[in-house]
């Protein structure tokens, strides 16, 4: 503790502390239970519920764990490399800390039943298992998981050398192996079911089990190896596909045959053989019949219940176990349905009896150390007791609450209770001597703030829905809500009362302060309330009981610029006695009555307080840590405000946004902020006088602070650790503490005038009770119109304005009247308008717009829809640009990007149809790579070449063997390209590599760029000849084409009509089509505006006159008048050719001349003569018909031939493709495996020399052990020899005694006594004590004291001498003594 100059050596020192953590909780003894709260360890008495506290001195308490044998409770802290710290019970003093490797943080904490072990578990970044003697301050062994986050730990009762170690969804057995004095922690993980509570066999995937048949593809090799890994994750990889989900444990505890019952999240029941490491999934066994249709009419019962709470059904078939106890008669367990059942377990199956029902969630169960009471405990901090010998209801011992702490304060005068509020709405009344919990009330909605009333014992409590409640907290032990005023749908902030009690103050969001009025006498009614223009950070209140004046002092956040700005405005008891002069219909003060004053200060601040008789201001700034002192001159007032600058900076060692406090007699600042850390100053000179750690960063720090009127108490409550701290003065100044007395008894001298008044007023309120049905609490208001509104859910602003609008209503209620008839003859005379304008013709009629009087309403609506036009245009642009980048995207990657495109060429008269090969155009880095390995091939061809010339020269070989070697070499190159077609259809195989030689990586890799171009190549080949085809294609069609005009002339000639087949490429066969788009294939009319219409009317006329000159030709016109339009007559022309009869075939022929008979035979050999010419071309147009057809029909089956053919080729080449893409795949394979292989291989390299390192560390311990045994062999002996030699002595030394004495002392020296302990632990209920391992000095103890009872002279035989029984009780002592340090 620091302190200042003038601090004479003051201090503080915890008074007492409340709240409560439901996250731990264990019994330090029969009547005792302790558990974390803040940076404090609680110690609650069960009877007396009285309690005590050990402070964490450098912060939040982190993990927690508690021995009710051994009477010692261990917690460590949160600091930088933390500690575990050990304190005995009751007195409540360190034993020991002990210092791990530990960076951050302790998560678990766990005291084993029997010995001085402890066990604990380290966060991030070291995740490691620590195994300590916390009586010799000895780490014994550690271990790592890494990565591996602990929910629960625990030791064997029965085994200290057997842990337990829960993870998330993973349980692990840990065991302690012991020699001498060397200890080692060895890992055995438990295979949980699947979340279906299925069973399956483990699988170890590094090592694999091997197959019978000889694999296909290659080795069978691990996943691990597939995966290229090695070392430590090659052992622990599970590939995703068999990760399978776990259960989740949620509870567990062990048994007395060192088995583990589980509870999971999923509903089942697991029991673990923690020796052989196995699980067994219980199944509930089915009750009665008659027992199963009572359970069924509970669950029934339950279910309606937790629907009418609003709450989530659950079911008792299958419970979700949260919490375990282990007892001789069996398991006790509960969970969420807040139901405690007893299980009976027999084999593999159990059944659940019913013992309690508290209706809440039971987050954990504790057995007392005797095991007379079971200790449930709730999520909401209620503590229940059970006793399962009597088997009755549980019995609410705590009743506290899990929520951290909003605010707490004194209760007037200040000296002998306290109040505190929790976030969740409940208020409790605490006695300030000791801090005893006296009563709690629960007020169901969530709080934001709450303060004590100094006129009278009332308690003011605000909430998140705009609401204050007023508590009648008179009687201390029932304390209860008598009204309620709902000021605004604004949170309540903040509350204040000025130190007289008249005025309450509540700050509100949004800048709104409400005055009220704070005596129960007027019913705490609402006086007025203003505004401020700026986010209100701060409120504090000054009294001056001299001239009955209350100054309040607002700190604004302007957020322009980084200063603060102080408001200072004036409250009076007229406001009270005359509310209505000082403020408007609506509720709010008049700004001129407040006498409003501003200043600014040159920094920003987070809190502010004013002196009393001073204007002085104490700020907090947020900028820096610093508490700035300013004097506010007279001078500056609200017109015309200056920047005021700090007089006095003091520099805080807090960090965070800061808080100030002042005391009653404003002698004292108190500072606090969110490293948890409370200063207290002296006004005058800002010297600190004491600080206190009660609080911690890790909790978010102090959220408020109080000072008792007297200022010897001061109440302190944090953040997020829901504890709530009372402080008093330890050493301080006297003078100081008088000056507060003094002041306290002044002030109490004051109020006690009207306290007693305003509190009989206050007994004598009724309790306000909430009933939505009923509206007695507030008469209901009948507007105008007859409707009935009930004000009591209606806020006090609602109503004013309410009953603002109907005055207003009242008042102008003729001018309304006159409006609405007004408005009713307008809307007739507008509707006989328009009806008359339908009447009218179209020419004179008006749009109905024209009749809209609204024009703005009419203009807003057009923007509107303007507003809804544009915004689906940009809609619609923004979908076509994605399309177009998806069509420029795709047209990219499948057509722009090739350099030859994929097409169809297809048969005239097949279903046949051949696609070329689609080619990229190969990069620059792929030709420089070809290039590369094509250089190297060679230098590699011409190494092999100049190597065997020289061996042929050094073996001088005969000409026939040379011929015979140039043959084997042609052979073997033919053998290695055996299989191969890829010459025979474009591609180049002599640059390949002979399959023998692909030995290194690099020549494999090679050869794929080899056969890839020689793919690429034969691709390219077969492409050619499909150009070739294509463009023969082409040609075909054009004679086709060509044909077709001649014979659509022959039969135009023989007038027939005939539909003439006409071959055309197909889309396949032109792709090209697709990215254009015809016209013929727009459907839509093609939108023209009025200058591009006239154009194209223009253009067509232009059109037209120029088809009407080229067509008017005179001397055509003649000659096709004269002979039809050509100077001699063609054959062709027969069939047009016509003689015309003579003029008289129209008379009789018996009125014909012999002439004109003559002519008309003449006509008719003539015409005879021009049929048959006629007849002759037309068999000669058939017959070229004929041969055009069968023309057209050859050419096009030949060119299906060819069609056919080259299909036969695509198939082939195909062939060829996939056999060279099939090598490419088999070097890659090739490849992989090798790759897969010396990764295997590495991994069991790593495994190997993991196992060497192993074994020569067990064979060093081992060697440790066998000298440990060596060394203990030899006192062993000598202490078996020095047994025997006791025996003999013994008979040597009593030999002389008679017979009868002699049997007697023999049989009494080989009595061995039974303890007292031995008797106490086989009676009581733990069922832990029998076989709990002890020491060998702890054995030892205990028979002495026995065997002191043994030795008392009336178990003296009657006969022996007093100095004989003396030698006989010392040999018999030494005979003992040597037998237990044999059994040791």
């Known amino acids: 503790m620091a302190a200042g100059p003038g601090s004479a050596g003051a201090a503080l020192d915890v008074s007492w502390v409340q709240g409560f953590s439901n996250k731990n909780l264990a019994f330090v003894s029969n009547q005792t239970v302790c558990y974390p709260c803040g940076n404090y360890i609680l110690f609650l008495d069960i009877k007396t519920k009285k309690t005590r506290a050990v402070q964490c001195q450098t912060g939040q308490v982190g993990a927690f764990a508690a021995n009710a044998n051994s009477q010692v409770v261990a917690f460590s802290d949160r600091k930088l490399n933390p500690l575990i710290h050990i304190y005995t019970f009751p007195e409540l003093r360190k034993l020991t800390e002990l210092k791990g490797d530990a960076q951050l943080d302790y998560t678990l904490l766990a005291f084993s039943f029997k010995g001085p072990y402890l066990a604990s578990y380290s966060s991030i970044p070291e995740f490691v298992l620590s195994v300590w003697n916390w009586q010799e301050n000895l780490l014994l062994c550690s271990e790592s998981q890494p990565g591996l986050t602990g929910t629960a730990l625990s030791f064997n009762p029965m085994n200290w050398q057997q842990l337990c170690f829960v993870a998330e969804s993973s349980v692990t057995i840990w065991r302690i192996e012991r020699s001498k004095d060397e200890h080692h922690l060895t890992r055995h993980p438990v295979e949980l079911p699947d979340d279906h509570g299925a069973m399956s066999p483990h699988e ?229 001597e000791d801090g005893t919990f006296l009563s709690k009330l ?187 002192k300013y004097y506010l001159s007279a001078k500056n007032k609200w017109d015309g405000p200056s920047v005021f600058s700090a007089e006095k900076k003091i520099p805080s060692k807090q960090f965070g946004s800061g808080l100030l406090c002042l005391s009653p007699n404003s002698q004292w600042l108190a500072a606090a902020a969110k490293d948890g850390v409370l200063f207290i100053y002296n006004t005058s000179t800002l010297d600190i006088l004491a600080q206190k750690h009660c609080h911690s960063y890790q909790g978010g720090g102090i959220r408020s602070m109080v000072f008792s009127l007297d200022g010897n108490f001061i109440l ?29 008894q002044s002030l109490r001298d004051i109020l006690n005038k009207s306290a007693s008044d305003e509190n009989s007023v206050l007994k004598s309120m009724a309790e306000w009770k909430f009933d939505p049905e009923c509206t007695s609490k507030s008469p209901p208001v009948t507007e105008e119109d007859g409707n009935v509104t009930n004000t009591d859910d209606m806020t006090w602003i609602g109503q004013k304005i309410q009953k603002v609008m109907r005055e207003e209503t009242q008042r102008f209620a003729n001018q309304k009247e006159e409006l609405q008839m007004g408005i009713k003859k307008l809307r007739e005379t507008i509707q006989k308008m328009m009806h008359e304008n339908e009447q009218v013709p179209d020419i004179e009629k008006l749009e109905h717009s024209e009749f809209n009087l609204d024009l703005k309403e009419q203009e807003q609506v057009q923007e509107a829809a303007e507003e809804d036009v544009a915004r689906a245009r940009r809609e619609l642009e923004m979908e076509i640009l994605y399309h177009c980048y998806l069509q420029d995207l795709i047209k990219y990657k499948c057509w722009d990007d090739l350099c030859v495109k994929e097409r169809a060429v297809k048969c005239f008269h097949m279903d046949c149809e051949v696609r070329n090969y689609p080619l990229k155009e190969r990069s620059k880095e792929e030709l420089e790579t070809l290039k590369k390995v094509l250089r190297l091939k060679q230098a590699e061809t011409a190494d092999l070449q100049a190597q065997k010339k020289n061996l042929d020269s050094e073996m001088a070989l005969s000409e026939e063997e040379r011929e015979k070697a140039a043959e084997v070499t042609v052979d073997g190159a033919s053998l290695c390209l055996n299989g191969s077609l890829s010459s025979q259809y474009g591609g180049d195989t002599s640059i390949l590599y002979h399959q023998c030689d692909l030995h290194t990586k690099e020549q494999k890799l090679n050869q794929t760029i080899l056969l890839k171009d020689v793919i690429y190549k034969v691709k390219t080949a077969f492409n050619e000849e499909f150009d070739i085809v294509v463009q023969k294609k082409e040609q075909e069609i054009a004679r086709v084409k060509e044909r077709n005009l001649k014979i659509q002339e022959i039969l135009e000639q023989l007038e027939l009509q005939v539909e003439l087949w006409e071959p ?39 059109e037209m006159e120029r088809r009407l000159a080229a067509t008017d030709d005179e001397r055509q016109r003649a000659l096709d008048d004269m002979m039809g339009g050509v100077l001699e007559i063609r054959r062709e022309d027969v069939l047009k050719m016509d003689i015309p009869p003579p003029d008289f075939i129209s008379r009789p022929e018996d009125l014909w001349t012999e002439e004109e008979t003559k002519v008309f035979e003449e006509y008719e050999k003539k015409v005879n003569e021009l049929n048959e010419e006629k007849e002759e071309y037309r068999q000669f147009l058939r017959n070229e018909w004929n041969k055009l057809e069968a023309s057209i029909k050859e050419t096009t089956q030949n060119f299906d031939d060819i069609v056919c053919k080259l299909s036969e080729k695509k198939l082939k080449s195909q062939m060829v493709i996939y056999q060279e893409e099939l090598k490419i795949v088999n070097l890659i394979y090739a490849l992989l495996l090798d790759e897969e292989l010396d990764t295997r291989e590495a991994g069991l390299h790593k495994f190997l020399m993991k196992k060497k390192k192993e074994k020569v560390k067990g064979a060093r311990k081992i060697l440790t052990t066998k000298y440990g045994v ?34 007697e002392l023999l049989q009494l020296y080989k009595h061995r006594p039974e303890t007292s302990r031995t008797e106490t632990l086989l009676d009581t209920a733990n069922p832990y004590v029998k076989g709990s391992p002890e020491d060998y000095q702890d054995a030892l103890s205990h028979l002495m004291k026995a065997m002191d009872e043994l030795d008392s002279p009336e178990h003296m035989p009657s006969g022996l001498d007093q100095s004989l029984w003396k030698h006989f009780c010392l040999a018999r002592r030494n005979k003992m003594e040597s037998e237990e340090l044999i059994s040791s």
């Open 442 to 628: 629960n007020l169901g909605i969530e709080a934001t703030s709450m303060a004590c009333c100094p006129s009278s014992n009332s308690v003011a409590v605000g909430t998140q829905t705009g609401q204050i409640y007023f508590l009648d907290v008179t009687k201390a032990e029932a304390p209860r809500v008598v009204h309620r005023t709902f000021l605004s749908k604004l949170p309540v902030l903040s509350l204040h009362y000025d130190q007289s009690g008249q005025f309450l103050i509540a700050r509100a969001t949004e800048g709104h302060i409400f005055i009220l009025d704070a005596r129960p006498s007027k019913f705490f009614q609402v006086l007025g309330y203003i505004v401020l223009a700026d986010e209100v950070l701060h409120l504090s209140v000054i009294s001056d009981l001299k001239y009955d004046s209350v100054e309040v002092m607002v700190l604004l956040n302007v957020a322009e610029v980084q200063q603060a700005r102080l408001e200072i405005f004036h409250l009076s008891s007229a406001m009270i006695a005359d509310n209505d002069k000082y403020v408007n219909e609506q509720g709010m003060f008049n700004a001129s009555d407040l006498k409003k004053e501003q200043y600014d200060l040159d920094y920003p601040l987070s809190s502010a307080v004013r002196l009393k008789s001073h204007n002085i201001v104490y700020g907090y700034c947020t900028c820096a840590p610093f508490i700035c």
């Open 1270 to 1303: 060596e060394a203990y062999r030899g006192p062993y002996t000598d202490a078996l020899q020095e047994e025997k030699s006791l025996e003999h002595g013994f008979m040597k030394q009593f030999a002389h005694i008679p017979g009868n004495l002699f049997e």
């Open 204 to 432: 170890d995937l590094f090592f694999p089990a091997s197959r019978n048949d000889d694999p296909y593809y290659g080795p069978d090799l691990p996943v691990s190896a597939i995966a290229g890994l090695k070392g430590h994750e090659a052992e622990t990889f599970v590939p995703r596909n068999c990760i399978k989900t776990s259960v989740h444990p949620t509870a567990h505890c062990w048994t007395a045959t060192s088995e583990i019952y589980m509870g999971c999240e999923e509903g089942y029941v697991l029991a673990i053989n923690a020796e052989q490491y196995s699980v067994s999934v219980l199944q509930q066994k089915a009750p009665p019949e008659f027992m199963q249709k009572i359970a069924d009419v509970v669950s029934h019962v339950r279910r309606e219940v937790q629907k009418k709470k609003g709450g989530k059904p659950s079911s008792l078939q299958k419970p979700v176990l949260l919490a375990m106890a282990f007892c001789n008669e069996g398991l006790y367990a509960a969970g969420s349905e807040g139901i405690l059942m007893f299980c009976h377990i027999k084999d593999l199956q159990y059944e659940i009896k019913i013992c309690a029902d508290i209706s809440q969630p039971i987050s954990s169960l504790l057995f007392s150390p005797d095991y007379t009471s079971l200790l449930l405990v709730t999520d909401q901090g209620t503590v229940y007791s059970y006793r399962p010998a009597h088997s009755g209801e549980a019995v609410k011992l705590l009743d506290t609450s899990s929520s951290c702490f909003l605010a707490a304060d004194f209760l007037t005068p200040g000296n002998s209770y306290c109040v505190s509020v929790t976030i969740s709405g409940e208020v409790q009344v605490w006695s300030l």
């Open 716 to 744: 302190v409550n944090g953040e997020n650790d829901c504890a709530l701290v009372c402080l008093k003065w330890k050493e301080i100044k006297e003078t100081e503490i008088e000056e507060a007395a003094l002041y306290w």
């Open 1064 to 1102: 055309v490429l197909t889309d396949d066969e032109m792709p090209e089509r697709a990215l254009t788009v015809q016209d013929s294939e727009i459907k839509a009319e093609k939108y023209m505006t009025q200058e591009e219409k006239e154009q194209a009317e223009l253009l067509a006329k232009l």
